[in-house]
């Protein structure tokens, strides 16, 4: 491949997550899935570190078309004003604190956003919103929310509707009403600066949200990047890679 077939590719960056290995070394994550659907896409998957001083932060951000908030751990109560409860699960404020300086550059910078799971309900806090930390205990919702490890392929598995303003750029490209997978047990409670509803279950979870005066910022409640062999959440990438492509003509003509 040479380097002019490189350039027409937009760069997605990517933060990762934090774990260990079996012998106790810590490591940076990030699920393929989400790579390969960029990939599969158009795009070029860049996983952006933790830990780096924010000038080199401002170095990533300026190199990249488009910003990815893939799926994770509970965001730190304290990043949205709120006391952690009996109910929270694991965080990582180290990871938290990247994202939320990346994701509010992107909105001021227009950049191209795309939210997942974590990723809808971080640039919700980013933008001065709050989180329900566990809807069974704060919604009375039912275990349908959260099928994880909840049989085989869990994670492919649909188990209830969202619906979806049909003016929105979701509905307009994959549809008004959309059987989901859904793997979490916080939601988005009250919606930020410029955060339009635009999506939602029977039960009244947020499952997806778009952002006012933004060409392209959306998050969604669900996971795509597991049902991508489904030509419509498919689509939901292509669409994002497409917008992070004229961003990046955009930036370069300015």
Not at 161 to 166: G, R
Request: glycine share 10%; net charge negative.
């Amino acid at each position: 491949m040479t380097t002019s077939s490189i350039s027409k590719r937009p760069v997605i960056g990517i933060p990762v997550g934090q774990g260990t290995n079996p012998r106790g070394a810590r490591l940076y994550t990030v699920h393929q899935l989400y790579l390969n659907a960029i990939y599969r896409t158009g795009g070029i998957p860049c996983p952006v570190p933790l830990h780096l001083d924010e000038a080199l932060y401002r170095e990533i951000f300026q190199r990249i078309d488009g910003l990815l908030l893939a799926g994770g751990e509970d965001i730190d109560p304290s990043f949205y004003g709120d006391a952690p409860k009996d109910v929270i699960e694991k965080t990582d404020p180290d990871r938290d604190k990247v994202e939320l300086m990346l994701a509010r550059w992107a909105v001021a910078e227009k950049m191209p956003i795309l939210g997942v799971c974590r990723g809808h309900q971080l640039l919700n806090v980013a933008l001065g919103g709050g989180l329900y930390q566990d809807i069974r205990v704060e919604m009375g919702i039912e275990e349908v929310h959260d099928m994880r490890g909840k049989g085989e392929n869990f994670r492919q598995k649909r188990p209830h509707q969202v619906i979806l303003d049909p003016d929105s750029k979701i509905a307009r490209e994959l549809g008004a009403v959309l059987w989901v997978n859904s793997l979490h047990h916080q939601a988005v409670a009250t919606p930020g600066r410029g955060v339009k509803v635009v999506g939602a279950s029977p039960e009244g979870v947020i499952e997806a949200t778009e952002l006012e005066d933004h060409p392209f910022a959306v998050t969604v409640q669900w996971h795509p990047e597991m049902l991508v062999d489904d030509d419509l959440m498919l689509r939901l990438f292509k669409l994002f890679v497409e917008e992070a492509a004229r961003y990046h003509v955009r930036r370069r003509q300015d």
